[in-house]
């Protein structure tokens, strides 16, 4: 069965760098949220978009920005990167609100 | 205030045996659903089961079950005859304003539980 594609799986970056994080929900899956894990730490929610709309923001800095694309994924913009943005980014899809979640991308910033 | 409160940091248990994971949970809504993840070293975030606020019996997938109690607030997962593919992190999660199973509200996770099975 296919499940969320994220891309890249792991990505470093410098201070002051952006980085795009990609999701590809599951097919026919309408909704898409993300998810921010630190080391140590329990998955932190950022945002979520349903049929292509914002439908729920979370603790997500205003450098960041995301968007659903008309075919579903969606990219999780990053700027002006700190040393407290590594962390593994979750994308996960829904579309009867079981969520199923992505491989993650590993984000290290230097 | 948490939301999700699992006070066990780490757990061990023997091959075979069955060990139980504590879960607490906090919400003023009447819907509700509940969730358990495993996080295994290698990062990938696995759904092992879910329980609706309304479900009257306890829900069970294979060898996890969900021992949930409502008045307590309270949805412990049962791993009966663990194996050593068992050890991994194990999170609980809640998403309010759950209606029937269906709702798209976002998951708040507990602190997770290492759990190590011992051959």
């Not at chain 1, 140590?40 to 729920?56: C, H, V």
């Not at chain 1, 199923?100 to 910033?109: A, D, H, K, M, S």
């Not at chain 2, 075979?16 to 659903?33: H, I, M, N, P, W």
């Not at chain 2, 070293?41 to 021992?67: K, P, V």
Request: charged letters at 20%; glycine letters at 8%.
């Amino acid at each position: 069965a296919a499940g969320v594609i994220q891309s890249p799986r792991h990505l470093i970056k410098e201070k002051r760098e952006t980085a795009t994080l990609k999701c590809y929900p599951i097919p026919r899956h309408d909704t898409v949220y993300w998810y921010q894990q630190g080391p140590g730490q329990d998955p932190q929610f950022l945002i979520s978009f349903y049929e292509k709309m914002q439908s729920d923001k979370g603790s997500i800095p205003d450098r960041f920005s995301a968007q659903q694309f008309s075919d579903y994924h969606s990219e999780l913009n990053m700027s002006s990167l700190e040393l407290g943005d590594s962390a593994l980014y979750f994308c996960a899809s829904s579309l009867w609100g079981q969520q199923f979640f992505g491989p993650g991308t590993r984000l290290t910033v230097l | 205030a948490q939301k999700i409160t699992q006070t066990q940091p780490g757990m061990f248990v023997q091959e075979k045996e069955a060990v139980t994971l504590d879960c607490t949970y906090d919400t003023s809504d009447q819907s509700y659903g509940l969730f358990w993840y495993k996080q295994p070293s290698s990062g990938e975030m696995i759904f092992l089961i879910y329980q609706g606020s309304y479900d009257e019996q306890n829900a069970t997938e294979g060898r996890y079950s969900l021992n949930f109690q409502k008045a307590r607030k309270s949805a412990n997962l049962v791993i009966s005859a663990s194996q050593l593919g068992d050890s991994a992190m194990y999170f609980c999660a809640m998403r309010e304003g759950d209606a029937g199973g269906t709702s798209y509200g976002k998951l708040t996770f507990g602190q997770g539980t290492i759990l190590t099975v011992h051959p």
